[in-house]
């Protein structure tokens, strides 16, 4: 969170100061140059005499226009999703029922659930849904129009018939994290994610490493919202200090 502090005051003003930024921030100067410098060991700023610069490039956040479609995005970054959706198949196994999102890491864990003999899953991603409903698992895909490509289910009838729900537990699936919050690629889909965020017990998003610091069409929660992160690598600084102030529990797959 002090962190974070020192960023947003970078941004603000375009250096600053230890001294300046120790008083507003009630700690001792030394406790701030040791910020700066595991700041700069990241790569955050460049210190300087007596404060810090902005470094170059530093804190970018890049912009997905385009959605790729969903094999294209099931072969990037695979083996750190198989390990994030293991991950969650553990976490999910103190829960009933679970909500489960569309997207790429959230259909490798329905691979996982196949076994939950004894669960009920809800889930807007007919692919997910196919693949659950052939095993033992309890499934029940919500009804609606079906987005070509993706394979999901959404509309106003989708949203009414999951909203009188509650859900032990949701997986949502992301394109990206900074520190305003989640963010997808389709207008479609954000609805849903939001339903699950706001009926389940506990809310936990599913988001590999190479989505931090990118954001897309839709701004789907901020991040006090979630109650779980799993990811593959721990989080940049910034979003790290972010997640941290809004209390999310970061995990990262083993």
Known sequence: MRQAAIL???RASGAVHVTEIATELQVSDMTIRRDLLELERAGRLVR???GAIPAAGAATVEMDSDEPDFDARLRRQHAAKERIAAAAATLSL????IALDVGTTTFLLAHHLRDRAHAKVFTNSVRAAELLGASQTETYLAGGRVRRDELSVG???AVAQFEKLW??????????????GLFDYSIEDV?????YLN????????CDASKFQRMSLVHVAPLADLDVL???APPPPEIAAALEAARVDVQVAP
Do not use: M, P, W
């Open 167 to 180: 859900f032990d537990v949701c997986f949502v699936g992301l394109s990206g994290v900074t520190v305003d």
């Open 8 to 10: 947003d005051a970078l």
């Open 155 to 157: 509309g106003a009838e």
């Open 191 to 195: 609805d849903l994610k939001q339903v």
């Open 230 to 232: 799993i990811t593959d």
């Open 199 to 206: 009926r389940s017990g506990l809310k936990v998003a599913l």
């Open 48 to 50: 300087t005499h007596g």
């Open 94 to 97: 103190a829960h009933r029922t």
